[in-house]
């Protein structure tokens, strides 16, 4: 996905990259107000394992929208491809690997209180990304 990633964000990146820019923004802040307000609710929407075929399929989606999007900001870099790619490579599986553990401990010890937690920082870092764009 980094490859392709690649390859769209060099031609790509010139013209859409002030666009695609506000559009995450825009997408995080809709994330963080959708996760923040289902905190509220009765049943929590977020529970999937990632061991049944529906949540190892949303785990990797999730990881590989990543890396596409890491691969669209590579041409920027000017760093060599083989190693570069071999490092994101490696600190995605240990970093989605921690990640779902931590997660799982802090939604057990926390429930609701954590899932209101994670939809205010994703709020709050939408904002602060905003104003630092605004800012210049």
Same mark, same amino acid.
């Given at each position: 996905?980094?490859? &392709? ?7 790509? #990146? ?16 809709? &994330?963080?107000?959708? &996760? /923040? ?8 929407? /977020? ?54 553990? /931590? ?25 602060? /990304? ?5 800012? #210049?």
């Amino acid at each position: 996905m980094q490859g &392709i990633g690649l390859v769209a964000g060099t031609g790509l #990146g010139h013209v859409v990259g002030e666009l695609a820019a506000w559009v995450g923004l825009t997408v995080l802040l809709g &994330i963080g107000i959708w &996760i /923040f307000a289902s905190s509220f609710s009765k049943e929590s929407q /977020f529970d999937f394992d990632v061991e049944t075929p529906l949540g190892l399929l949303l785990a990797c989606l999730s990881i590989s929208l990543d890396s596409l999007g890491i691969g669209f900001s590579l041409p920027a870099l000017g760093l060599p491809l083989v190693q570069l790619f071999a490092t994101v490579a490696v600190s995605t599986v240990c970093f989605t690997l921690a990640g779902l553990t /931590f997660g799982a401990k802090l939604g057990e010890a926390f429930g609701r209180r954590a899932e209101r937690g994670a939809g205010a920082v994703l709020i709050l870092l939408a904002i602060a /990304f905003a104003v630092e764009r605004l800012a #210049g």
